[in-house]
């Protein structure tokens, strides 16, 4: 039978301490309802050398109707070099051969340079370089290619834009305006039947699901800040925990936070490599990255503290949790008995970016909080005294929280004997 219900989402989730704190408000018959707090939208403008407000930005946003911008980057009033950049799709997939096409805007003959970035403002790729073009609309491409010729990650890339005439010299740069920005998710659904969470995204953002008990530990990362296209949003949850152990789908104090921020504008999304490269090795040592460019925000545009993490380092690390003094193993169980030591480590491929972190470490013992550490590190020992539990069978669940807001969970199921 399938259960579809509608979700609304609580503030964003900042660390352990307050994903504990997060409550749940119930509405009779129409789920579970949160609220996540937002951001301003962008300002339609393109960059030149003094980066420069849109009038008709400020108009909107007085007005109170200011809306997303599309993915044409319109032009200031005003004379400038650079007309505007319009990208055909959001999304594509380069390893079927499949490209992106763009059409830059110019509004008198320059020579210009166009680049691809990667999440992590590292350049991937220059379209063109210093090359002339006539004043109008000019086509150009992407094979969705990193500069030596390899099929990029899936991830979202964005475009910046550098023109010169005689004297005068433009910049578009999209992260200087756009990007990173906090926003309302207005509703998502649940439909364990098929194992879909819905919802829709008003623009491109990087997207953070995450699933567990309220007022106890968080189970489940669904998505760990990945790029998704504007519109409605399909992801897909098995209704499990990390460890496969538990079903949350009927827990009857299951939690959901979806949280995003926005991407720069001219952002799109490459599919279908996730496997063939990865992304501490898809660019050479020495990869330019983008400078800063004097970003134009609104002093009221909240700025994800996520949006300048790299890529690599923003994810949930993935933990290890043993138990070296064990009496055994039963039914798949740990069988404890008396002082216990738990071993809490990180895998081999999360201690290049975790390993010298601080770390909050929390135990919970079927879903309620039982001890923590504040500031501690991987690898951690923690002596769990069993003698101060009854006889029986138990879910053990550490969280391991970086003062970034990354995440690692594990879960064991042990049994205690006397």
């Not at 070099?81 to 990208?87: D, F, K």
């Not at 952002?267 to 040592?285: H, K, M, P, Q």
């Not at 004097?294 to 993490?309: D, G, L, M, V």
Request: overall charge negative; some cysteine; glycine content about 8%.
């Amino acid at each position: 039978m399938c259960r579809s219900f509608t979700m609304k989402f609580p503030h964003y989730v900042r660390s352990l301490a307050l994903w504990e704190r997060v409550g749940v408000r119930e509405r009779s018959g129409a789920g579970r309802h949160f609220m996540i707090r937002g951001g301003t939208p962008r300002p339609m403008i393109v960059s030149g050398r003094v980066l420069r407000w849109s009038l008709s930005w400020f108009l909107l946003t007085w007005l109170g109707l200011a809306i997303a911008a599309p993915v044409v980057i319109l032009p200031e009033s005003e004379p400038s070099l650079i007309g505007g950049l319009t990208l055909a799709k959001t999304s594509f997939n380069p390893s079927r051969g499949e490209a992106l096409d763009l059409t830059l805007d110019l509004k008198q003959a320059a020579d210009v340079t166009v680049r691809v970035f990667d999440a992590d403002w590292r350049e991937v790729s220059t379209l063109v370089e210093k090359k002339a073009m006539p004043a109008g609309e000019s086509a150009l491409g992407w094979s969705g290619k990193n500069a030596q010729g390899e099929v990029v990650p899936d991830e979202a890339y964005f475009f910046t834009v550098e023109a010169e005439a005689g004297d005068l010299e433009e910049i578009y740069d999209p992260t200087a305006f756009s990007g990173g920005e906090e926003a309302d998710l207005t509703e998502a659904s649940l439909d364990p039947s098929v194992g879909a969470i819905r919802y829709r995204l008003p623009e491109m953002a990087r997207v953070n699901i995450r699933i567990g008990i309220s007022g106890g530990p968080l189970m489940r990362t669904v998505v760990d800040w990945e790029p998704r296209v504007a519109g409605a949003v399909t992801d897909y949850w098995d209704g499990k925990d990390l460890d496969g152990l538990i079903d949350l789908w009927e827990h009857p104090d299951r939690k959901m936070i979806i949280t995003y921020f926005t991407l720069p504008a001219s952002s799109v999304i490459t599919y279908g490599n996730d496997n063939a490269l990865d992304l501490d090795r898809v660019f050479e040592a020495d990869a330019r990255t983008k400078p800063e460019r004097n970003p134009q925000r609104a002093e009221s545009t909240k700025i994800s503290r996520h949006y300048r993490i790299p890529r690599a380092q923003d994810r949930a690390p993935t933990i290890k949790m043993g138990f070296p003094n064990q009496v055994g193993e039963e039914d798949g169980a740990v069988v404890l008995n008396g002082r216990s030591i738990v071993h809490v480590d990180l895998d081999e491929a999360s201690k290049p970016h975790f390993q010298s972190a601080k770390f909050e470490i929390v135990f919970y013992v079927d879903g309620r909080f039982y001890a923590e550490e504040e500031t501690g590190y991987a690898p951690y020992n923690w002596v769990w005294d069993t003698s101060q539990m009854d006889e029986g069978s138990y879910l053990l669940t550490v969280n391991v929280s970086s003062f970034k807001d990354q995440i690692g969970i594990k879960s064991a199921r042990v049994k205690i004997v006397r």
